[in-house]
């Protein structure tokens, strides 16, 4: 014989749309198609909770690959319950930014010129994470890589000399494995529009004085500037300049 049933469900307190949290539980009994009733049974008390998860525009994705300017991601963020939001923005895992979000205003995450600095080459990965007062959270995942080869340094202004400088001893410090490319020049004659630069690439390397060959300048005043250009070529191991220094008469 095929036996039917169905139950019957009696709520204790009835959903309301986008209500607060509230206390929920279900009375109910059984009932067969010979009209035999179960005894009523009752669920235990449950909190239910009715929060929607905050939102942020876009997409998770992967920004690119960037060596002389830092990644940024521009977002939004919105709560359909229009609760106070919370945004930790990080960078492989260590917060860069923690506040509390305007909804719905545009926002950027970027890193400032000393930040980007200090980011090694490789990939590396952005998090943006919303979190509404009720704990609810959303993250947006962004990835990039850092590829940078090469580093430039070149003074603005030039040292000032009372006389025609003629030699100097610089020192430098740093990595510059096998494979890397290292130019060191120097001119006596910084305050003109066209300096005139030499290499003294060598004698740096070497720990010699450098002579300056050149005799003519246009400024009103002598004065020396250094410029250091450091190429990673075919390098594999650490290269970078740390320090650079000296003296000239």
């Known amino acids: 014989m095929l036996h039917q049933f169905l139950i ?25 198609s010979q009209v035999a009733e179960s005894s009523y049974r009752t669920s235990d008390t ?18 690119g690959s960037f060596s002389e300017t830092s990644p940024s991601y521009s977002y939004t963020v919105t709560d ?9 923005e990080t960078l492989d895992g260590k917060t860069k930014r923690s506040y509390t979000v305007t909804l719905g205003a545009e926002n950027t995450f970027t890193l ?16 943006i994470k919303a979190t509404d007062s009720k704990g609810a959270s959303a993250t947006r995942t962004l990835t990039f890589t850092k590829a940078v080869t090469s580093i430039s340094f070149e003074q603005t202004i030039a040292m000032p000399a009372d006389d025609m400088p003629m030699k100097a001893l610089l020192n430098i410090q740093g990595s510059f494995p096998a494979g ?13 529009d066209e300096p005139a630069w030499e290499d003294v690439t060598n004698r740096v390397i070497n720990g010699q004085k450098c002579y300056c060959s050149n005799t003519e300048k246009t400024a009103d005043s002598w ?24 003296n000239f008469g």
């Open 80 to 88: 359909a319950d229009g609760d106070a939001v919370t945004v930790v």
């Open 112 to 127: 400032s010129g000393e930040a980007w600095q200090k980011v090694l080459n490789g990939s590396h990965t952005l998090a």
């Open 8 to 32: 019957h469900f009696l709520s204790s307190h009835h959903l309301l749309k986008h209500s607060p949290d509230f206390l929920q539980c279900l009375t109910g009994f059984l009932h067969d």
């Open 180 to 192: 890397s490319i290292l130019k060191v020049e120097i001119c006596n004659n910084g305050n003109d």
């Open 46 to 63: 449950r909190t239910v909770t009715n929060n929607r998860t905050p939102a942020i525009s876009g997409s998770n994705s992967n920004l």
């Open 223 to 246: 004065g020396v500037k250094i410029r250091v250009n450091l190429s990673r070529g075919t390098a594999t191991e650490p290269c970078y300049i740390q320090t650079l220094g000296g």
